[in-house]
């Protein structure tokens, strides 16, 4: 008991003297004891790592289908001008397969050719390359320009999306006008000129309507701007086919191009006016689809055969025709005669031509026959009987 008065007198003492021993034996004042009960009941603030990389890597702030994919290694060389006049984020947008990149690719390809067509039209050429993306020397910066676009047009021509593909033939119809203004060589240009009309070809077939329509109209521009030997595109599609469209929706496209071809640029040695198809390229282009194995596309030739015919006259192309082909090709002219019930008085007047020729080439096959039946018989009844050969006695062997 005296021990516990003593201790509680002590601590007495040292509270009114601001006083408290520690659980170590020392003396401190008794503010800093508060102090320290405060700190250790507020929430702990977490102390910054030192340790932490400073390079940590950002996360992407943008959509994810708006950033492109890195330019691979094997693309980088064969895209190489294009990088030089349009930039690597361009070229890479326009190779990603993502629509919004691509979009976004076409936009500042067509911004550069606005810029290039105003310095055609103002004639300040000469301050193109001030506008591609990199320093390089060339004496041929026109003709690198007009190469780089197309190579990035095949590339993306070939795109499904409706959306992309007619921004595609927009841009394409800025470079045509360009090319003219700017008085670009041809020779320097074709080759390319060439690979995306190709891919362009087969836009004509696409699904989308409207895409086909923006394709064959930049077709028909094509062919006029490109029509002097050697460097002519009509060949390209108008002609003998090295190998048949089997698909009967793409080859019926495919006729249904060449015949607005002939329609609207016209067959060389027309009546009216000379045009800018050979006849003989587009009757072995015909030719070669009348014997077609689906009935749709057989039909669509015999309409070609008929377009053709009203402007050089059937005489003219009756030559092309077989007599095979002639007769099966009037059970088509019959065909297409019955699905089409406004034709004009030419058209039912090649029909006409056609089922003559047909009836014609019908009956010459069975003259030709009965005529080989009669001097078959002739030459039978006229012939000299072989001599039969001597019976020789039958001996009887009587010995047995």
Not at 340 to 368: C, F, G, Q, V
Request: net charge negative; charged share 30%; aromatic share 4%.
């Amino acid at each position: 008991d005296d021990m516990r008065e003593i201790k509680q007198t002590a601590e007495t003492l040292l509270k009114q003297a601001d006083l408290c021993i520690t659980s170590d034996g020392q003396l401190i004042p008794l503010e800093t004891t508060k102090a320290q009960k405060r700190l250790s009941g507020a929430p702990k603030i977490p102390e910054e790592d030192d340790d932490e990389p400073e390079m940590s890597p950002r996360k992407p702030t943008g959509n994810p289908e708006s950033i492109p994919e890195p330019i691979l290694d094997e693309e980088r060389e064969p895209f190489m001008l294009p990088i030089h006049v349009f930039g690597e984020d361009t070229v890479a947008c326009l190779l990603s397969i993502k629509s919004k990149c691509r979009g976004r690719g076409l936009g500042q390809m067509e911004a550069k050719m606005d810029e290039v067509c105003q310095l055609a039209q103002s004639d300040t050429l000469g301050d193109l390359p001030l506008l591609f993306e990199e320093d390089f020397e060339s004496d041929q910066a026109i003709e690198d320009f007009v190469n780089a676009s197309l190579m990035l047009i095949q590339e993306t021509v070939m795109d499904s999306r409706e959306a992309i593909v007619t921004l595609v033939i927009s841009i394409w119809h800025q470079l045509v006008d360009f090319c003219q203004e700017a008085v670009v060589e041809t020779e320097l240009t074709m080759d390319w000129v060439e690979r995306a009309f190709c891919g362009l070809l087969k836009r004509t077939s696409d699904s989308h309507q409207r895409i086909r329509q923006d394709a064959t109209s930049l077709i028909l521009v094509l062919v006029q701007v490109y029509s002097v030997p050697p460097y002519t595109l009509i060949p390209l599609y108008v002609g003998k086919p090295e190998r048949l469209l089997h698909n009967h929706k793409e080859a019926k496209f495919r006729i249904q191009l060449v015949e607005t071809t002939v329609r609207k640029l016209a067959v060389k040695g027309n009546k009216k006016k000379d045009g800018f198809v050979s006849l003989e390229d587009v009757m072995e282009f015909v030719v070669a689809y009348l014997r077609h194995s689906h009935e749709d596309v057989r039909e669509a030739a015999v309409k070609l055969v008929i377009t053709i015919s009203d402007q050089v006259g059937f005489s003219r192309i009756s030559s092309y025709i077989d007599d095979s082909l002639k007769v099966s090709l009037a059970d088509t002219v019959k065909k297409f005669a019955i699905n089409n019930k406004t034709i004009k008085n030419d058209t039912k007047k090649t029909i006409s031509e056609i089922n003559a020729l047909a009836s014609t080439t019908t009956h010459r096959p069975k003259a030709k026959k009965s005529e080989a039946k009669s001097t078959a018989k002739k030459t039978t009844n006229t012939r000299t009987p072989r001599n039969k050969p001597k019976e020789e006695p039958v001996v009887v062997n009587e010995n047995r």
